[in-house]
C-alpha cells in the first residue's frame, strides 16, 4: 500500500536532467508526472517539441490509440515564469508513449525514468534520505554548510506549518500561497514577489526559489514566522482560512517586530538584494549547480584577491 505524502516531503524543485536537458514534473495523486513536451524534446531533440508532440497526439488519437487517456493537464511553470497548463503522464503513461517515438534515446531514458520513481519512493519511506539528498544537492551548488542547516531547517518548520494548515481545513495550492504571503508581508515588510525582484530573480526564467536565495537572517526570520504562525494557530484552534489568515498575520507579526528591533540596533536592512545565482551554471533539481572546476577556481580566485588585500 503506497504511503500519503505528508506537505514537508513534497519538493519544492520541479525540475529533473536526463543527460544535461531539463525535464519539468509536478507530484500529483501521489506520484510523479511528467511534461511530456519536455520528455519529446528530449528523445528527439526537436526545436519545436510542442509542435512534435501535437501531430504526435493526433495521429495516436487517429489511430484509436488509448496513449493520450494517460495525458492530464497539469500546471508547471513555463519559459515565462508563470504556471500553465500543460500535458502530462506519470512513469506508466511515459513508457507507453516512448514506444510510439523513435529514439536511441528511449531506452536510457526509460532506465533514467524507473530510477527517478524508484529513488523518490524510498524516499517516502525514509524521510531522512530526502533530507540527505538535499543536502548533498546544496553542496554540490557551493553553498556554505552553516547556510544549508538553516535551509534544511526551514524546510522541517515550513512542514510543520502545512501539516497544521491541513489539519485545520486550509486547502492547499491556492490558499496555502496567500497565507504565506500574509507571514512574510508582516516579516519582512515586502510581499514575495517584491522580495523576489528585489533579488533579480524576476529576470531568471525558472528554477530558482525565493528560499534558496535567503541570507542567514532571512532564513532564521522566516522560521521564527512560520513556527509562530504554527503556534498561533494551535493556541487559537484556528479552523479554515479566515482563522488561519488572522493567524498567519499574527504569526508574521511577531518575526516582523523581531526584525524592526534588530534593524534599529544593528542599523542595517535584513531584507537583502544578496542572491546565490553567482553560484553555478547548470540546472539540477530545479536549480544552478556549479560546476566543478568553475566553483573550484573561483574560490582559489577570492583566496588570492584575499591575500593581495593583506
Same mark, same amino acid.
Given at each position: 500500500?503506497?504511503?500519503?505524502i505528508?506537505?514537508?516531503?513534497?519538493?519544492?524543485?520541479?525540475l529533473?536532467v536526463?543527460?544535461e536537458? #531539463?525535464?519539468?514534473?509536478?507530484?500529483?495523486?501521489? *506520484?510523479?508526472?511528467?511534461?511530456?513536451t519536455d /520528455?519529446? &524534446?528530449? @528523445? %528527439?531533440?526537436?526545436p519545436?517539441?510542442?509542435?512534435?508532440?501535437?501531430?504526435?497526439?493526433?495521429?495516436?488519437?487517429?489511430?484509436?490509440?488509448?496513449?493520450?487517456?494517460?495525458?492530464?493537464?497539469?500546471?508547471?511553470?513555463?519559459?515565462?515564469?508563470?504556471?500553465?497548463?500543460?500535458?502530462?503522464a506519470?512513469?506508466?503513461?511515459?513508457?507507453?508513449?516512448?514506444?510510439?517515438?523513435?529514439?536511441?534515446?528511449?531506452?536510457?531514458?526509460k532506465?533514467?525514468?524507473a530510477?527517478?520513481?524508484?529513488?523518490?519512493?524510498?524516499?517516502?519511506?525514509?524521510?531522512?534520505?530526502?533530507?540527505a539528498?538535499?543536502?548533498?544537492?546544496?553542496? #554540490?551548488?557551493?553553498?556554505?554548510?552553516?547556510?544549508? *542547516?538553516?535551509?534544511?531547517?526551514?524546510i522541517? /518548520?515550513r &512542514?510543520? @506549518? %502545512?501539516?497544521e494548515w491541513?489539519?485545520?481545513?486550509?486547502?492547499?495550492?491556492?490558499?496555502?500561497?496567500?497565507l504565506?504571503?500574509?507571514?512574510?508581508?508582516?516579516t519582512f515588510?515586502v510581499?514575495p514577489?517584491?522580495?523576489?525582484?528585489l533579488k533579480?530573480?524576476?529576470?531568471?526564467?525558472?528554477?530558482?526559489n525565493?528560499r534558496?536565495?535567503?541570507?542567514?537572517?532571512?532564513l532564521?526570520?522566516?522560521m521564527?514566522?512560520?513556527?509562530s504562525t504554527?503556534?498561533?494557530a494551535r493556541?487559537k484552534?484556528?479552523q479554515?482560512?479566515d482563522?488561519?489568515?488572522?493567524?498567519?498575520?499574527?504569526g508574521?507579526?511577531?518575526?516582523?517586530? #523581531?526584525r524592526?528591533?534588530l534593524e534599529?540596533?544593528?542599523g542595517?536592512?535584513?531584507?537583502?538584494k544578496?542572491?546565490?545565482?553567482a @553560484?553555478g551554471?547548470?540546472?539540477?533539481?530545479?536549480?544552478?549547480?556549479?560546476?566543478?572546476?568553475a566553483a573550484?577556481?573561483?574560490?582559489?580566485?577570492?583566496?588570492?584577491?584575499?591575500r593581495?588585500k593583506?
Amino acid at each position: 500500500m503506497s504511503k500519503k505524502i505528508a506537505p514537508q516531503d513534497k519538493p519544492e524543485n520541479h525540475l529533473v536532467v536526463f543527460q544535461e536537458k #531539463a525535464i519539468r514534473r509536478t507530484w500529483h495523486n501521489e *506520484e510523479w508526472w511528467f511534461s511530456v513536451t519536455d /520528455v519529446c &524534446g528530449v @528523445l %528527439t531533440e526537436s526545436p519545436d517539441a510542442g509542435a512534435y508532440w501535437r501531430k504526435l497526439k493526433q495521429r495516436l488519437a487517429a489511430e484509436g490509440s488509448e496513449v493520450v487517456t494517460f495525458c492530464h493537464g497539469l500546471k508547471l511553470e513555463a519559459p515565462d515564469g508563470k504556471q500553465r497548463v500543460t500535458d502530462c503522464a506519470n512513469t506508466e503513461g511515459l513508457f507507453r508513449i516512448i514506444q510510439s517515438i523513435p529514439s536511441p534515446r528511449a531506452e536510457p531514458f526509460k532506465r533514467w525514468l524507473a530510477q527517478v520513481g524508484y529513488e523518490r519512493v524510498k524516499e517516502i519511506e525514509n524521510p531522512e534520505l530526502a533530507s540527505a539528498r538535499a543536502r548533498e544537492l546544496y553542496q #554540490a551548488k557551493g553553498y556554505p554548510q552553516a547556510w544549508i *542547516e538553516k535551509r534544511l531547517r526551514s524546510i522541517a /518548520v515550513r &512542514g510543520e @506549518l %502545512t501539516d497544521e494548515w491541513k489539519a485545520r481545513g486550509v486547502e492547499e495550492g491556492k490558499e496555502y500561497a496567500i497565507l504565506t504571503a500574509e507571514i512574510a508581508r508582516a516579516t519582512f515588510g515586502v510581499t514575495p514577489g517584491t522580495h523576489r525582484r528585489l533579488k533579480g530573480l524576476d529576470k531568471v526564467k525558472t528554477g530558482n526559489n525565493l528560499r534558496d536565495h535567503m541570507t542567514d537572517l532571512e532564513l532564521i526570520f522566516t522560521m521564527l514566522g512560520e513556527a509562530s504562525t504554527t503556534e498561533i494557530a494551535r493556541r487559537k484552534e484556528a479552523q479554515g482560512f479566515d482563522d488561519n489568515r488572522s493567524a498567519a498575520k499574527e504569526g508574521g507579526t511577531v518575526a516582523g517586530n #523581531a526584525r524592526k528591533e534588530l534593524e534599529a540596533k544593528s542599523g542595517k536592512p535584513v531584507v537583502s538584494k544578496t542572491n546565490y545565482l553567482a @553560484l553555478g551554471s547548470t540546472t539540477v533539481e530545479g536549480a544552478t549547480v556549479p560546476k566543478p572546476k568553475a566553483a573550484l577556481a573561483a574560490r582559489g580566485a577570492k583566496k588570492t584577491s584575499r591575500r593581495e588585500k593583506e
